[in-house]
């Protein structure tokens, strides 16, 4: 499975920004997607999930400003990101995880960083 983000870059706080993120190769059997951040100094830490059903799950400091979705026809999920904040400057990491026959399998793209300074 390969994952290929974009949509990084700076903001202004208060500004909105759209993360994208396609899989491709073998992308059957993946069940969840999401992002990930990690800022200087500070564990990667997950910001939004989603499942191939659509149950979603953020961070409770991203409650309320962020959406996650999922384009299952495109094998690509999105996390718009609106009222940003300085706090939320790190590197954004897209996941995915596939499970064949119980085993867990956990893919990561390359990061794409989010910047949000006046």
């Known amino acids: 499975v390969q994952l290929q983000a974009s949509g990084g870059g700076l903001v202004q706080p208060g500004g909105s920004l759209r993360l994208s993120c396609a899989a491709s190769?073998?992308?059957?059997?993946?069940?969840?997607m999401g992002w990930y951040r990690q800022a200087p100094g500070k564990q990667r830490e997950l910001v939004a999930a989603?499942?191939?059903?659509?149950?979603?799950n953020y961070a409770d400091s991203v409650k309320g400003r962020f959406t996650i979705s999922r384009d299952n026809a495109k094998n690509t999920v999105y996390l718009q990101m609106n009222s940003l904040k300085p706090e939320d400057t790190a590197v954004y990491y897209c996941?995915?995880?596939?499970?064949?026959?119980?085993?867990?399998?956990?893919?990561w793209g390359q990061g794409t960083l989010v910047t949000v300074s006046s």
């Open positions: 989603i499942t191939s059903g659509g149950s979603t």
């Open positions: 996941h995915a995880r596939r499970t064949v026959l119980g085993t867990r399998y956990d893919y």
């Open positions: 190769g073998s992308i059957d059997s993946i069940n969840t």
